[in-house]
């Protein structure tokens, strides 16, 4: 499976970017896709996450209200609506596929991971 995450840049606290990750290859094997996010000098944290065939979600607290995860199955296509940034949300943003039901929160027990795209929130 090859990931491609685009849509990061520079947004102003309280505004919106919407993040896109483009899925290719054995994409009908994927289980579940995810958003992970990892700022300077920390480790890389769970953000949100989408089963690929039912749409259920899961988010990790700190984005809870504020962002949402959806996916376009024709199209392979994940999504990550941020609105109400702040400048702790300032990160590199990657998009990751989990081949099989596991743990969500740790980022090495997802299979594959996109390249990460840059998001930006000034105060």
């Known amino acids: 499976v090859q990931l491609q995450a685009s849509g990061g840049g520079l947004v102003q606290a309280g505004g919106s970017l919407r993040l896109s990750c483009a899925a290719s290859g054995r994409t009908f094997s994927i289980y579940r896709m995810g958003w992970f996010r990892q700022a300077p000098g920390k480790e890389r944290e769970f953000v949100a996450a989408?089963?690929?065939?039912?749409?259920?979600?899961y988010y990790a607290d700190s984005v809870k209200g504020r962002f949402t995860v959806s996916r376009d199955n024709a199209k392979n296509m994940v999504y990550l609506q941020m609105n109400s940034l702040k400048p702790e949300d300032t990160a590199v943003y990657y998009c990751a596929a989990h081949m099989s039901p596991g743990t969500i929160l740790t980022a090495s027990a997802w299979d594959y991971w996109g390249q990460g795209t840059l998001v930006t929130v000034s105060s």
């Open positions: 989408i089963r690929w065939n039912t749409g259920t979600t």
